[in-house]
Structures are given as structure tokens and as C-alpha cells.
């Protein structure tokens, strides 16, 4: 088949967001059982909240073995806004769930200081093929029957904050795709079913019910690439989550940025013209990028919208980012202008 592409104006960019992307709510907020409100075992459990919200910003192998990160685990109480305990018990002895709000802005200063990468609250959704296999029978997850792994699932993607999308899955649907073709080891067919929910990575799984545990495989399909991984016998819990944590080391490499405490740029970005681009919504987009600190619009020039951008980093590192995404093309730079450039948005 033959590919056309043409070149839309950068608006377009707003669409591809709100469909394959969304903003994850309350990412600096975590909910842990508290043994009781004793103010030992709530320190207990806010640094317990606090290792659980920087493994879902922070960009690394064994980052809570960081050396500024252990600094900052040391020192939980320090980055701590408000916390609150819930009406109700656990039903375990005195324990209770509290909910801490953790200081968003005191921990990404801290962090931008240590040049550790942060992923924001802008996150791409994944969709998950998941066979669950149990006394030797193989059928795709369902909800509605099977509300103890719908719980784990809800948790781990809550934990991770990793936005999953499930297939509609419906009789067309599943006439043409089979369990066999998720579980293959050749992917043509299940990305071709895929593309129709326009996301940037699939997760394929299978969950076996092993009676006293669980086991699972996983392949993810994202970038272009393959990656694999197992979970070995563990609670339904463990094993659900190690499945998102997968996806979370694979994206967060991508998408996270790598702060830098010294360099500030500036870059002039015009934008091609057209009758229905609504300035607002276009500041509101380039202020959601992780490394832009303000945006402002200038003028309208030959055609072009032209916005004054300052970010943090490179601009090597801002251009990957905005090509990231978006597939942003840039069209040219400034032989005047330094840092000044123009981009478009290629579609296939």
C-alpha cells in the first residue's frame, strides 16, 4: 500500500494529545496503611508513600538506591504538604489508609539539582491484550467475571500512574483476532487490530492462575521495538504491577526529562498559519511540555503564529522532545535567527 503524506499546521498536535494522551491525576498524591496515627508509624508509612511516588517520576535502574534520592527518603517529612487518615478501618488491628499530598514543586527543584530525569503528568495510554489462562483454559480478561484481577489492574495503574486502555473487543472484534494471534510471536496481526485506538504502545499479556500463585508473560510494542519480560509466582497484586512496571521503565526512558539546574534557552518558534488555530490552546500545549518554563506569543508574521518559548536544557533535547510525540518536522532555522525555527507536523 502506498503511503501519501502531507503537511498539517502544528494545531494538530492538540488532537493527537487528547487522543492516544492524557493528563494522570494526582500524581504527587499516595494512598498507604498507616499501622495506627501515632506519629512513628506515620513516618513509617509517608516515607512508604514517598518511595512509591518517586518510582513513578523518576527515570532509572534502582533509583531508590540514588544517593540524593536516599537523601531525599531520609529526609520524608520535609516534603510532605498535607496528609489526611480515611474515615473507615482496614480491618487490621488500629491500621488505617492516609492519603499524603507530597510538595510537587520542592521535590522537582530538588531533583532538577541532581540532574535526575522526571516524567510529568502528560502521559501516553497503553493498550492491554490480556489472555488469562486457568485450569488449563484460556480466555481474554473480562471484567465483569473476573473483578479480583480488574481490582489489580486498577492498582498497579493507579501505583505506576500509567494511563491502560482496554480493547472494545466486541463480536467483529474478536472474529477477527484470536487469543493466538496475542499470544504469537508474530505481531503483524494484533498491531494491525491495534492501530484502530490510536496508541503509541501495546502491552500483550498472559496471566496464568497457578492455584497457590500467579505467573505471567509480557511482551510490550512501543517505538518500533520489542521487549519482553516474565513474573515469576507471586501474589495477584505482584504480579499485575510487575507487568505496568515493565511498561513504565520502557516509556519513562522516552518521555522523561533530564533536568539541568544551569542552562535556561530561549528559542522563537513559529507556527504555520491557519484560520482555525486558537492561540490559547496552542500556549496551553507548549506550557504542558515538561522542560518549558513560560511561553508567550509575539506576533503574527508572514503566515506564521511566532511564540517566545523559554526552557530548561538543551536545545538539542527540547528538539528531540518536540519531535517525540508529534513527529514534529523542522522546517528550517533562521539564517538571521539563531534561535529562531519553524515546524509542522508530518502525518502519514
Known amino acids: 500500500m502506498k503511503v501519501h503524506k502531507r503537511v498539517l499546521i502544528v494545531f494538530f498536535i492538540l488532537i493527537s494529545q487528547i487522543s492516544y494522551a492524557e493528563e494522570v491525576k494526582r500524581l504527587y498524591e499516595t494512598e498507604v496503611i498507616v499501622n495506627s496515627e501515632r506519629k512513628q ?23 531508590l538506591q540514588n544517593k540524593i534520592v536516599k537523601n ?45 530525569g522526571l516524567w510529568n503528568e502528560i502521559r ?4 492491554l491484550w490480556l489472555v488469562v489462562e486457568s485450569d488449563n483454559k484460556q480466555q481474554f480478561f473480562d471484567s465483569t467475571l473476573m473483578p479480583e484481577l480488574d481490582l489489580a489492574l486498577t492498582k498497579a495503574s493507579n501505583k505506576k500512574k500509567l494511563p491502560i486502555l482496554f480493547p472494545i473487543q466486541d463480536l467483529n472484534e474478536n472474529r477477527k483476532l484470536s487469543i493466538s494471534d496475542v499470544l504469537s510471536a508474530y505481531s503483524d496481526h494484533l498491531l494491525e487490530r491495534s492501530a484502530r485506538y490510536d496508541v503509541v504502545s501495546t502491552l500483550a499479556g498472559k496471566m496464568v492462575n ?3 500463585c500467579w ?37 519513562s526512558k522516552y518521555y522523561a526529562v533530564t533536568p539541568d539546574a544551569i542552562e535556561i534557552n530561549s528559542i522563537v518558534l513559529k507556527i504555520g498559519d491557519n484560520n482555525s488555530i486558537n492561540k490559547e490552546k496552542i500556549t496551553n500545549y507548549l506550557e504542558s511540555l515538561p522542560m518549558v518554563k513560560t511561553v508567550t506569543w509575539l506576533n503574527k508574521e508572514l503566515g506564521y503564529e511566532k511564540y517566545r518559548i523559554f526552557f530548561q536544557g538543551s536545545r538539542m533535547s527540547f528538539n528531540n522532545y518536540l519531535k517525540k510525540d508529534y513527529f514534529l518536522r523542522a522546517e528550517e532555522h533562521s539564517k538571521q535567527l539563531e534561535n529562531e525555527m519553524r515546524y509542522k507536523l508530518l502525518i502519514n
Do not use: H
Request: hydrophobic share 40%.
Open 210 to 212: 497457578k492455584g497457590e
Open 124 to 127: 501516553p495510554r497503553t493498550l
Open 215 to 251: 505467573e505471567a508473560e509480557w511482551t510490550l510494542y512501543f517505538n518500533s521495538k520489542i521487549k519482553q519480560w516474565s513474573s515469576q509466582c507471586g501474589l495477584i497484586n505482584e504480579i499485575a504491577l510487575d507487568g505496568f512496571q515493565g511498561v513504565y521503565n520502557r516509556l
Open 41 to 63: 508509624d506515620r513516618a513509617i508509612a509517608t516515607k512508604n508513600g514517598l518511595s512509591i511516588l518517586l518510582t513513578r517520576i523518576l527515570v532509572g535502574k534502582d533509583i
Open 72 to 116: 531525599v527518603l531520609a529526609n520524608t517529612q520535609y516534603y510532605v504538604s498535607e496528609y489526611q487518615y480515611s474515615l473507615g478501618g482496614t480491618g487490621f488491628s488500629n491500621s488505617r489508609i492516609m492519603r499524603v499530598l507530597f510538595d510537587e514543586k520542592l521535590l522537582v527543584d530538588t531533583f532538577r539539582t541532581a540532574k535526575i
